[in-house]
């Protein structure tokens, strides 16, 4: 099958090698870094321990296991790889310090592949959630490298697939020797492919895995003026915003004003090449508005500051008194609605969180936050959640409970790697 699976892989490269060609001369999609023809012939000549996420949210999964992982195995080269220009930039700003090299996770050619594996030596292989590779993962167990699936899952929308090609996928998942999942209807979906008991466990989601930030007030007086903002307002992000949700966020923020109008928003799109979309955004609704890299920390900022800057988001939640996770009220799936509440944030987000499913329910059920489907209802939680009233004192005493409750997952995880 894998004879078959590859024959079909280099079908496709070659029909898209026109394309690939242009791009790898020009420098566009990484192409060159995933083919690894840039990359060094050999990161290290010792043994290394690979991790694996493909965007952003599964570099967060890594940054969590980075510590324990450094403490399990002191001394050994950490390489992350990723198959976003954004994760990738992210890796390179925020875990430099933790690991000996960033690379592309290669393209499924046989050729590339086996480039990366000389060039990384991994004596244990880290995949976060669900990037089954074929070549990556049986090349991998070939090596004699430990292959373990972390935080995993499998999407209602992705499911069917597999289970028609399990007959494929069946020698795939053989070559994990351990797959960590988030719960038990993820485990009773990898079990229907054929991956035995004794091989998979639930260990819970990593990115559930909470602990308290404390921020002192120094600190949070320190941040506000270096973004223009008085100290007296109170904060409101949107974060991970996709297209169409700016408006909407916008439309409750200025009514929001008419009963806080100390208030500054900080609205943060999902992808940064929107920038030029939500300041047309701002415009239409007459909101005045300021990049972060306009700033002037010496002159007081807008109402409303577009964060046009990378990696800066998760140290914000600390500054902030409401947050809405943006890819929810569009069918985008939802975000990583968790965030904000290691600062102990109130959060809310739309409808549609099809991939933070779990998330969602978690905040829910411990009443952390709120699902909104309108923009008046944005509005009401903002107002509530930044008078300082009862509810958000409570909201907030919800949080600190949750948070002292998460954890396990990510020692459950560290301990079968």
């Not at 390179?92 to 996770?105: C, D, F, P, Q, R």
């Not at 890819?327 to 600062?343: I, K, M, R, T």
């Not at 978690?362 to 509810?391: D, H, K, P, Y």
Request: hydrophobic letters at 45%; aromatic letters at 8%.
């Amino acid at each position: 099958m894998m004879l078959a699976y590859n024959m079909l892989v280099w079908l496709l490269f070659a029909l898209a090698s026109p394309f690939l060609c242009v791009c790898a001369l020009c420098d566009f999609f990484q192409v060159r870094r995933r083919l690894f023809l840039v990359e060094p012939n050999a990161i290290d000549s010792r043994k290394s321990l690979w991790l694996h996420g493909a965007s952003l949210g599964e570099t967060g999964v890594i940054q969590k296991l980075l510590p324990g992982l450094r403490k399990k195995y002191p001394g050994m080269p950490i390489v992350v790889s990723s198959t976003t220009a954004t994760a990738n930039a992210y890796i390179e700003k925020e875990m430099v310090a933790g690991i000996s090299h960033s690379v592309y996770l290669p393209f499924e050619l046989p050729l590339s592949v086996r480039r990366a594996f000389d060039a990384i030596n991994p004596s244990i292989v880290v995949i976060v959630e669900t990037e089954l590779w074929p070549n990556f993962i049986v090349h991998a167990k070939k090596r004699g490298a430990r292959v373990v699936l972390v935080n995993g899952r499998l999407s209602d929308r992705s499911f069917p697939t597999y289970r028609f090609f399990r007959f494929f996928f069946r020698r795939v998942l053989a070559s994990i020797d351990a797959i960590a999942v988030q719960n038990n209807d993820y485990y009773k979906k990898f079990l229907a492919l054929g991956v035995p008991k004794e091989r998979l466990s639930i260990t819970g989601n990593i990115k559930q895995s909470m602990v308290l930030e404390t921020t002192d007030s120094a600190q949070k007086e320190s941040r506000k003026a270096s973004l223009g903002i008085p100290l007296v307002n109170r904060v409101i992000i949107a974060a991970s915003t996709r297209p169409g949700e700016e408006d909407f966020v916008l439309a409750a923020f200025a009514a929001a004003q008419k009963q806080l109008p100390q208030a500054s928003l900080i609205l943060a799109p999902r992808h940064l090449k929107r920038i030029h979309e939500v300041e047309k955004a701002c415009q239409a609704a007459g909101m005045p508005f300021i990049k972060k890299s306009a700033l002037d920390p010496a002159v007081p900022a807008a109402s409303v500051i577009v964060l046009d800057t990378l990696g800066e988001l998760s140290r914000l939640f600390a500054i902030a008194d409401v947050a809405f996770v943006g890819g929810s009220l569009a069918p985008f799936g939802g975000h990583n609605l968790l965030e904000p509440l290691p600062f102990c944030v109130p959060v809310c987000f739309g409808p549609h969180c099809e991939s933070q499913r779990e998330s969602a329910r978690l905040i829910l059920e411990n009443q952390c936050g709120a699902q909104v489907n309108t923009w008046e209802e944005l509005t009401a939680f903002i107002v509530r959640m930044a008078s300082g009233n009862e509810e958000r004192e409570q909201t907030t005493r919800n949080i600190r409970t949750l948070l002292a409750r998460t954890g396990l997952s990510l020692k459950s995880s560290l301990d079968l790697i």
